[in-house]
């Protein structure tokens, strides 16, 4: 006989930086030991219900979905069922980044916010006048990347963002880099790969066995580091590129 056990709910109200009910919000609710991760959107005064989940602990975590309400909010620990759970986003910064080529003039690229020791990631492709916007950022450290279809690279190296403080545009000079194609090959399904740039992740992304990905790299030492998992050790690799180059790498 199959048993089918009733999903429990994680349930509360998201509020904005100033206290009052926040609305246009998501809420990610992810099992401390089970491979579940739920999504629910907050409604227009704030009040949010996720599941049906399993039973065990969350880590719930809310973020803006426009405007500028707030950066994510602190991640609680949850057990389920829960009720009442308030999650209060955090002041945000807005921060413009604006990009050039090597000639100095405004560039199109794909540019991407990392907070430093941690996996989230913000992408957007800048403007023909080379700029664009992120909001809602939160006071941490960031490192900044741009990269073009054609191999040209540019990071801002470790930014520092304080939530309290004016801060004036970032911008990066494009140069050239090369191009790090990684296929993977082991046993498991999938892995996940970072490129580590001068002790800082400037490039994440998982791989299906058999395929391959791209990643535009800076010149220079590079660090190609697979992530532990249940079934596989971390593992990593060195590499020294040159510009213009394109270099193949199988990993298992």
Not at 29 to 50: N, Y
Not at 163 to 177: C, F, I, N, Q, T
Not at 217 to 239: D, H, K, M, Y
């Amino acid at each position: 006989m199959l048993q089918c056990d009733v999903g429990l709910m994680i349930s509360g109200t998201l509020l904005n930086e100033h206290g009052d009910p926040a609305a246009r919000g998501w809420i990610e609710a992810k099992h401390e030991t089970l491979d579940v991760s739920v999504v629910a959107t907050a409604g227009e005064t704030g009040d949010f219900s996720i599941g049906p989940l399993p039973a065990g602990t969350y880590l719930v975590r809310a973020e803006s979905l426009g405007g500028k309400q707030g950066a994510s909010s602190e991640v609680r620990r949850i057990e389920a069922p829960a009720g009442d759970v308030e999650l209060q986003l955090r002041r945000g910064r807005t921060v413009l980044v604006r990009v050039f080529d090597q000639q100095g003039l405004p560039a199109n690229a794909s540019v991407t916010f990392r907070p430093v020791n941690r996996f989230d990631t913000w992408s957007f492709t800048s403007t023909k006048n080379g700029e664009c916007e992120f909001e809602c950022l939160e006071a941490a450290t960031y490192i900044v990347c741009a990269s073009t279809n054609q191999g040209l690279f540019a990071h801002s190296g470790r930014l520092v963002i304080d939530a309290g403080k004016v801060m004036g545009p970032v911008d990066l000079r494009l140069a050239l880099g090369a191009k790090l194609r990684v296929q993977y090959d082991g046993d498991q399904s999938a892995r996940t790969y970072r490129v580590i740039v001068e002790g800082t992740t400037c490039a994440r992304d998982k791989i299906a066995r058999g395929t391959t990905r791209t990643f535009i790299v800076p010149c220079g030492e590079i660090e190609l580091q697979a992530e532990a998992e249940q079934l596989a050790p971390a593992t990593s690799e060195r590499f020294v590129v040159y510009p213009g180059e394109e270099r193949y790498v199988t990993v298992r």
